[in-house]
């Protein structure tokens, strides 16, 4: 996914700053090296953020899964 030719307005990055601020991305040209990490990065999270969501579905469809399971004590 490549930046919008003559992009005017701030884009927001998918990281925050060391300070943990939002990151903008100001530019004019849409097929820039940085345009093209930022894209790759975006489409990965809303792959990920799509699955989590298709496993969310299918547990809050099934009952039995919502259940929690007790947990086996390890040997010492």
């Known amino acids: ?12 990055l998918p990281w925050p700053t060391l300070e ?3 990151r903008y991305l100001l ?7 940085l345009c093209g990490l930022v894209g790759g990065l ?3 999270q ?8 298709g496993l969310a579905r299918r ?6 899964r919502r259940t929690p399971r007790s947990a086996t004590p390890a040997s010492a």
């Open 42 to 44: 975006e489409a990965a």
């Open 59 to 64: 547990v809050l469809a099934d009952p039995s």
């Open 1 to 12: 996914m490549d930046c919008p030719k003559g992009v005017t307005m701030p884009r927001l």
């Open 20 to 22: 943990g601020k939002p």
């Open 27 to 33: 530019t004019d040209d849409g097929n820039s090296r």
């Open 46 to 53: 809303l792959a990920v953020g799509t699955n989590a969501l």
